[in-house]
């Protein structure tokens, strides 16, 4: 089965060469012919790429522990579940799962197109498989799966037990479809680029692949951000490491793309200025990956480090220059006359979102590589860690905020000053009034403060659009309310999609704010009966747990929970020994609640006294984190629905098409 | 919005660069001040040693604790443990020489491409020229206009009708 793997590897690449060689020539001398067999090739390499993972996965689930890959990131005690996610536990398998995302996104495409924007997909597919070729060099010929061991170990090393979560299984498909789908806009951008083709379907044919990216990809910074929460054991869920720093920078460069490509539709302006978008978060997403795989930044989520960082560097220097210089030779034609009717209208506040969100991945950026310039400056690296981003980060954020509070109200083209900030008048006081309130309830920190206040007026503003809305299609369609608000989000779910997400982004702003600033911490030491308290509830520690399965021994502790004197239930924080050999890994457990979360977390412990040390964090509002993520996710997808209009588009480009091919 | 509003956005900028959001250090102990200021250096996760739950960060914390009693003041226990281990163990770059770049780089960029942003908005306002709009956006306003509103209902909701409409 692994010869089998590897020889469908080397056919994929091959495969992938063809696709990039007839493509390319069939749009050079416009042979449909040509163009044809190299969209066959990407769904021949897609095949075989499918086929080379099931290889992989077939291999892992038997235990052939004569290949070095299920050697060390797989044992037989490992759980099914595991097995499965350890194709992407390791470099080769989350190189080779990366590559099998990337080709079904490829092959997705080319279903899809493969009655329109001919005259972009072959460049298209060229695109795409230079991409996939890159990574079918690493997989058949760097970083190969299939390697044989010289010996077959009784047993293999298992994985990471830190891996051995639900969430981290879920966690790196999420990010890495985000990530690879970001591929999707760039090779339409190219393709644009190439072509000359300049017009709007490159962004309108990848819209929903790119909110779809956008929104996995936050979707896994959320899950990852979970899992550090409920697996890393240290009452937090964002550590500014620099793998998390690596996922957020594009998110935030495709966020301000989402933004400002809507004043490219309406008034045809900063087409460089959105390709440059959409090159730079693809780059970005590169970056990302050579991040994680080079460790040339030391990292938590340095599991997979190796010798390919160069190759990285070297292939992310190969698309910087393609892209820039494609860029600057179409740079004639994307000039455009660019008026602006008003400074206070949508498009500015609009260009003032995207410098924010720029400038925001510029500073994560630039804090992520300091310590490389440091140590070629100075000859000492320095370490550049949550405080530096933290106090960096917030201002940008609450630039952020208001921003998401005043665009909504304010019209494109013009809006006056005064009817802006009558409309905006009940938003004000509630802001002012919930500081005031904050004030009265005795809250003093101003980060605090300046957050809460912030979000009121956001979600104040938010809220009177649906309101607004709603009215309007009341009174202007004579319709019942519920039947008024209905058709107004199903009349346009992409702006009323957005106000959801903004809503999201808002609740997560309230649950990062209550559980960084209202965060408590209490450790004790204790013996069977003895007990401790932090905030409103006070625990005993009651028993002492072992648990003994094939792949772990667990032991912990059983705390009762008191909030008074009444017992809300029990916790049993404690660690994983796992048998194939690793570290310990800390099991917290968590009471959970809309107000706040009681985090326990077993720290040590002496068998022979009998004492065991726990640490307890009372994370305030810190679900609102994940309810938040809830509602953005739900805002997403409501905005990816497709709409009436986009079909009549659509339909009306495809007729377009015909009749320019007749004539 | 008047034209002295340009000098808004650096300003603020400029303010966070100087001034960055208010520092908590007040609210925290002088324990807990230097804890947020090291990095544990136990290579099981980067986190501080306020944060880290390891046995190596308990030895820290303890280290800490006995310097601040003999009267150690914060910046002299995190001196005397860069001394020990070298700048890698700060949790952020010191204010002070090259790594004061690291600080003031972000803001610079952000006030600059700032500046250039406005300066834009205002060239390309100058160049005014309104386009009429859209045939869906004037029927919409004209449906408005024939609803029984209050005049300021009818120009939120004119807005509002244009907009969808218009797709936006």
């Known amino acids: ?663 | 919005m008047p034209r002295s509003g340009t000098w808004l956005l650096p300003a603020a900028l400029l303010c966070a660069a100087l001034g960055g959001p208010p520092s908590r250090a007040a609210d925290l102990t002088p324990q807990r001040q230097v804890e947020g200021r090291l990095m544990c250096y136990c290579g099981c996760a980067d986190l501080t040693v306020r944060l880290c739950t390891c046995g190596t960060a308990d030895g820290i914390r303890g280290e800490i604790t006995r310097r601040l009693a003999t009267g150690e003041t914060p910046d002299q226990v995190v001196a005397a443990f860069v001394a020990q281990y070298g700048e890698q163990i700060r949790s952020a770059p010191s204010t002070s020489g090259f790594d004061l770049v690291a600080w003031v780089t972000p803001f610079a960029v952000l006030v600059a491409a700032g500046s250039a942003l406005l300066f834009t908005l205002r060239r390309w306002e100058a160049r005014g020229a309104r386009p009429a709009p859209s045939a869906a956006g004037q029927a919409a306003a004209r449906q408005v206009d024939a609803a029984p509103l209050t005049e300021a209902e009818r120009e939120v909701m004119r807005r509002v009708e244009r907009e969808i409409k218009e797709g936006l």
């Open chain 1, 1 to 663: 089965m692994a010869d089998f793997g590897t020889f469908c590897l080397l056919l994929a690449l091959v495969a992938s060469s063809w696709a990039i060689i007839a493509s390319y020539n069939g749009w050079r001398v416009q042979s449909g012919e040509l163009v044809l067999s190299g969209e066959r090739a990407v769904y021949a390499a897609w095949a075989l790429v499918l086929l080379g993972v099931l290889a992989l996965e077939y291999c892992i689930h038997t235990d052939r522990f004569d290949l070095e890959y299920v050697a060390s990131y797989s044992n037989r005690a490992l759980p099914r579940m595991y097995k499965v996610a350890a194709l992407w536990a390791g470099q080769s398998g989350s190189i080779l799962f990366w590559l099998f995302i990337l080709l079904s996104y490829s092959a997705i495409v080319v279903l899809l197109n493969r009655r329109k924007n001919r005259p972009l997909m072959p460049i298209v597919v060229t695109t795409l498989s230079v991409v996939s070729t890159f990574f079918l060099v690493l997989v058949n010929f760097m970083t190969r799966p299939f390697v044989r061991l010289s010996f077959t170990p009784v047993d293999g090393n298992g994985m990471n037990p830190q891996l051995q979560n639900p969430f981290m299984a879920i966690h790196p498909p999420c990010l890495y479809t985000g990530y690879v789908g970001l591929t999707i806009p760039f090779a339409f951008a190219v393709a644009a680029l190439v072509t000359g083709q300049l017009g709007d379907t490159w962004f309108r044919t990848t819209r929903r692949f790119t909110i779809l990216s956008w929104f996995v990809l936050g979707t896994g910074i959320l899950l990852g951000g979970w899992w550090a929460y409920v697996e890393l054991g240290w009452g937090g869920y964002w550590a500014w490491d620099p793998v998390e720093n690596a996922s957020l920078i594009p998110w935030l460069t495709a966020t301000a793309f989402l933004h400002s490509v809507m004043i490219e539709e309406r008034k045809k302006m900063l087409r460089v200025w959105n390709l440059s978008l959409v090159i730079m978060t693809f780059l970005l997403s590169i970056l990302g990956t050579f991040i994680t795989r080079s460790g040339v930044i030391s990292s938590v989520h340095s599991f997979t480090k190796s010798e390919i960082g160069p190759v990285f560097a070297g292939f992310l220097g190969f698309c910087v220059v393609v892209a820039v210089g494609l860029l600057l030779y179409r740079l004639p034609d994307l000039k455009s006359e660019a008026r602006l009717d008003s400074f206070v209208s949508r498009e500015s506040t609009f260009l003032f979102n995207n410098l924010l969100l720029v400038g925001a991945a510029f500073a994560i950026l630039w804090g992520t590589l300091f310590p490389i310039l440091s140590e070629a400056v100075r000859g000492v690296k320095i370490t550049v860690g949550a405080p530096f981003f933290n106090q960096v980060t917030v201002p940008i954020a609450f630039g952020l905020i208001t921003l998401a509070g005043i665009c909504p109200v304010i019209a494109w083209r013009r809006a006056s000053a005064r009817k802006l900030l009558e409309k905006i008048q009940i938003p004000f006081w509630a802001l002012v009034g919930s500081a005031a309130a904050l004030l009265i309830a005795g809250v003093r920190d101003p980060y605090a403060i300046v957050a809460f206040s912030l979000s009121v007026f956001v979600i104040s503003t938010t809220v009177m659009e649906f309101y607004w809305g709603t009215r309007a299609r009341q009174k202007v369609a004579g319709q019942a309310p519920a039947a008024a608000f209905l058709s107004l989000v199903d009349r346009n779910k992409r702006r009323y999609g957005g106000f959801t997400v903004h809503l999201g982004f808002m609740l997560i702003v309230v649950g990062v704010t209550g559980s960084m600033v209202f965060k408590q911490e209490a450790t004790a030491s204790l013996k069977r009966g003895q007990g401790f308290a932090l905030g409103r509830y006070t625990m005993r520690f009651d028993a002492i747990v072992r648990q003994d399965d094939p792949n772990r021994e667990f032991m912990g502790g059983r705390l009762a929970i008191f909030e008074g004197t009444r017992q809300v239930g029990t916790l049993t924080p404690g660690q994983n020994f796992y048998k194939a050999g690793q570290n310990p890994s800390t099991e917290v457990d968590i009471r959970s609640t809309l107000r706040d979360d009681l985090y326990l977390i077993l720290t040590g412990f002496d068998p022979q006294e009998g004492v065991y040390t726990f640490k307890a964090y009372l994370n305030p509002l810190v679900n609102w984190i994940w309810i938040g993520g809830a509602v953005l996710i739900a805002g997403a997808w409501f905005a990816m629905l497709p709409d009436l209009r986009d079909r009549k588009r659509d339909v009306e480009a495809r007729l377009r098409e015909i009749e320019a091919h007749a004539a």
